[in-house]
């Protein structure tokens, strides 16, 4: 995509960001007729998916957003084969919650994050494009996270261009610990061993 500049990623999720997930693995995901359809691009698919797997557990959720929300998934300018299931989430996420689906932040590069390992993920990082709007809420919404890279360089984006990030939805949240924001660390020094 011409334009394109590689940001350095300057700003975290907010401490105060809500993180909602509906499993802690992905087989439940993946044992789903529609799933590998859905995961090719197949929008009817990703649909059934997730009005089958997870519109019970959004309605359950209603109280944690505030109609208005923007919910923004990351995906390709070009979405034909690729995931069709974090943008149908956010779609249904704005119907469920009155909010508004984002589709002009795109993702401007290809980082093949599906199974890859750790180090492959840090050094393949996602770059996004597309106007954000300046003083709104975003939701950031994507079916699984690892090590939730992906959904940190959207949230650095969409700070430094003046949104807000607010919450993210998930249906699976596969990384070692749940919280995108790392508690901080306290480390204590014995004097006499010093």
């Known amino acids: 995509m011409p334009g394109v500049v590689f940001m350095i990623r300057s700003k975290g999720f907010p401490v105060d960001t809500v993180v909602v997930s509906l499993f802690a693995q992905d087989a439940p995901l993946k044992a789903h007729p529609a799933y590998r359809q859905a995961k090719a691009g197949d929008k009817d698919a990703a649909l059934e998916l997730v009005i089958e797997v997870a519109v ?26 690729d995931n069709a299931i974090p943008q149908t989430l956010a779609s249904v996420c704005a119907a469920i919650y009155q909010g508004k689906p984002d589709t002009e932040i795109v993702q401007s590069d290809r980082v093949y994050h599906t199974g890859a390992d750790p180090m492959e993920r840090l050094a ?66 014995d004097k006499g061993a010093v």
């Open 56 to 81: 019970s557990w959004l309605y359950a959720q209603r109280e944690r957003f505030p109609p208005g929300l923007l919910f923004v998934a990351p995906h390709a300018q070009e979405a034909t084969g």
């Open 124 to 189: 393949a990082r996602a770059q996004f494009v597309g106007r954000v709007t300046s003083g709104a809420e975003y939701v950031l919404v994507d079916d699984v996270t690892s090590l939730g890279g992906t959904l940190a360089e959207l949230a650095n984006y969409i700070q430094v261009f003046g949104g807000v990030v607010k919450a993210v939805v998930v249906l699976v949240n596969a990384g070692r610990t749940p919280a995108l924001v790392p508690k901080k660390k306290v480390c204590s020094i």
